[in-house]
C-alpha cells in the first residue's frame, strides 16, 4: 500500500512539474510581448514551485547543487535589505530566457532525427575519410555541424555512427581516437555556435557584435579543429595502431549496406540547406529585428522546424515529437532548470550588493602590481576550475556572464565572450565531472578520468595558449 501511494505521488509530482516547466518557459515569451504585472507575478511563483518540485523529484543527492545556490542568494538578499519579496521574483526570472531557450533546441533535434542525414553524409564523403587525418578531420567537422542541431547530444549519435563504421576496432588506443575527435569538437564548437546556449548567453550578457564574436570564435575553432588533426598524428604514432588500413577495411564492409547514391546526394545537399537556413534566418533576424539572441532563436527554431514538417507533410510526426518531448522530455531536464532557476537568485541578489566595483577594483591593484597581467588571462580560469568543481558548461557561464554583465570591464565585449566561451571549452575537454565528458564515457566505458584529462591536457593547454595570443594581441 505504501509502495503504490509513493508512486502516486511520484507520478502527480511529474505530472506537475511538466505542467509547470511548460507555463514557466511559455510564460517567457508571453511577458516579452506583453508587460503584465500579474503574468509577471505569476512567471516568478512557477519559478519558486519549479524548485520545490525539483527537489522532491530529483534524488536529493542531486539537488545540492541548486539548494546551495538558492539558500546563498536568499540569505544575501536577507542581509543586503532592499524590497525582499521584489528582489526574490526578479531573481527567480532572471534566467527565463535560457530556460526559455533549452525547452525549445531539442526541437532541432527532431528534424535530424526524421531522416538518416548523417548515415547518408558518410557515405556520400567516403572518398575523402580513406585516410586517418582525412577520417579525423571528418569526424571532427561531422560531429562540429551536428552540434549545431543537438548540442552534447552530438557526442553520442555521433560515437554510436563511428564505432558502427569501426565496430572490430577495440581497446585504448581506438577509444582514444574516436572520444578525442567527438569531445575536442563539441568544445570547440562552443566558441561560435549560436545555438550553443552558453555561447548565445555570453553574446547577449556582454552586448557583443553577434557577427564578430561569431568569427573570431569560427576562426579560432577551425585552427583548434586543425590542431586536433596534428596532434592525432602524434597520438597515432605513440600507440602504434594503422588508423588508415582498418579504416579502408572497414568503410568498404559498411558502402555495402549504404544507401543509393542518388539518395545520399539528395540528403547531403539537403541537410546543408537545413543548417543555412536555420543559421541563416537566425543571423539575418538578429540584423534586422531589436530581438535579443535569447527570444530570437527559439522563435526561429520553432518556425523553422514547423515549415519542415509541414513541407516533409509529416504533421503526424510532428504532433507525435510534441507528445513524447512533453511526456518524457521536460521532467528530465528538472534538475538543469532548477541550477539555472537558483543561479538566477543567487545572481541577482550578488549585483544588488555592488560586487562588481569590488571586483573591478581587486583587478586594478593586481594590474598595479603586475601591470602585464589583466583580467582576461583569468577569465578562462575561473570557468575551468568551477568546472572540476562539478558545474556546468551553462552553469558556469550564467554565474560568471551574470556577474560580469554589472562590470564595466575596459576591453571590447567580443574578446570577453571569447575569454569566458574558451575557458568554456577547455572545462568541457577536460572536467570529468561535466555532462559532455560523462556521455562520451557511458557510450564508449573509458572512464571520465581518462576521457577528459587524461587524453586531452595538452590540446588544452594548446588551446588557451592560442586564444591567449589572439585575445591578447587585440587589447
Excluded: C
Amino acid at each position: 500500500m505504501n509502495r503504490r501511494r509513493e508512486r502516486i505521488i511520484v507520478n502527480l509530482v511529474a505530472r506537475g512539474l511538466r505542467v509547470v516547466i511548460a507555463l514557466y518557459a511559455l510564460l517567457y515569451f508571453i511577458t516579452f510581448f506583453v508587460d503584465n504585472s500579474i503574468l509577471v507575478t505569476v512567471h516568478a511563483i512557477l519559478g519558486f514551485m519549479l524548485l520545490v518540485l525539483a527537489v522532491v523529484h530529483v534524488n536529493v543527492r542531486h539537488i545540492k547543487l541548486p539548494l546551495f545556490l538558492f539558500s546563498t542568494g536568499f540569505l544575501i538578499m536577507l542581509v543586503s535589505g532592499g524590497p525582499f519579496l521584489e528582489n526574490m521574483a526578479i531573481g527567480l526570472r532572471q534566467m527565463s530566457n535560457i530556460i526559455g531557450l533549452l525547452a525549445v533546441v531539442p526541437v532541432i533535434g527532431w528534424v535530424l532525427r526524421s531522416e538518416p542525414y548523417i548515415e547518408d553524409i558518410i557515405g556520400f564523403a567516403h572518398n575523402w575519410l580513406d585516410t586517418s587525418r582525412k577520417f579525423y578531420f571528418g569526424v571532427l567537422s561531422f560531429t562540429h555541424i551536428i552540434s549545431y542541431f543537438l548540442l552534447f547530444g552530438a557526442i553520442p549519435m555521433m560515437y554510436q555512427f563511428v564505432d558502427d563504421i569501426l565496430k572490430n576496432q577495440r581497446g585504448e588506443a581506438w577509444e582514444h581516437f574516436k572520444g578525442t575527435a567527438l569531445l575536442r569538437s563539441f568544445a570547440l564548437s562552443t566558441l561560435w555556435v549560436i545555438s550553443i546556449p552558453s555561447f548565445a548567453y555570453a553574446v547577449e550578457a556582454m552586448n557583443a557584435s553577434l557577427p564578430i564574436a561569431i568569427l573570431q570564435g569560427f576562426i579560432i575553432a577551425l585552427a583548434g579543429l586543425l590542431i586536433a588533426v596534428v596532434f592525432s598524428y602524434f597520438e597515432e604514432k605513440k600507440y602504434g595502431i594503422d588508423v588508415t588500413a582498418a579504416i579502408k577495411s572497414e568503410i568498404a564492409v559498411v558502402l555495402k549496406h549504404a544507401s543509393n547514391p542518388k539518395i545520399q546526394k539528395r540528403r547531403t545537399i539537403e541537410f546543408g540547406f537545413l543548417f543555412i537556413t536555420l543559421f541563416g534566418s537566425i543571423f539575418f533576424m538578429y540584423e534586422v529585428t531589436d530581438f535579443g539572441l535569447m527570444i530570437l532563436i527559439p522563435i526561429v527554431i520553432v518556425i523553422w522546424a514547423g515549415i519542415y514538417f509541414l513541407v516533409k507533410k509529416r504533421i503526424g510526426r510532428l504532433g507525435h515529437e510534441v507528445k513524447e518531448y512533453y511526456r518524457s522530455g521536460l521532467a528530465s531536464k528538472a534538475y538543469q532548470f532548477s541550477v539555472l532557476t537558483s543561479a538566477g537568485v543567487m545572481i541577482h541578489s550578488l549585483n544588488q550588493t555592488g560586487i562588481g566595483t569590488v571586483i573591478i577594483d581587486g583587478v586594478y591593484a593586481f594590474q598595479e602590481v603586475l601591470p602585464f597581467f589583466n583580467m582576461l588571462y583569468f577569465l578562462p580560469l575561473i570557468l575551468i576550475i568551477l568546472g572540476f568543481m562539478g558545474l556546468g558548461p551553462l552553469t558556469v557561464m550564467v554565474l560568471v556572464a551574470g556577474i560580469l554583465e554589472s562590470i564595466s570591464l575596459p576591453y571590447p565585449p567580443e574578446l570577453i565572450v571569447l575569454a569566458v566561451t574558451s575557458g568554456s571549452a577547455i572545462s568541457i575537454l577536460l572536467s570529468p565531472l561535466i555532462m559532455p565528458v560523462i556521455v562520451l564515457s557511458a557510450a564508449n566505458g573509458v572512464s571520465p578520468f581518462k576521457n577528459g584529462l587524461k587524453f586531452n591536457y595538452k590540446f588544452a593547454i594548446v588551446l588557451y595558449v592560442l586564444v591567449q595570443v589572439y585575445v591578447q594581441s587585440m587589447v
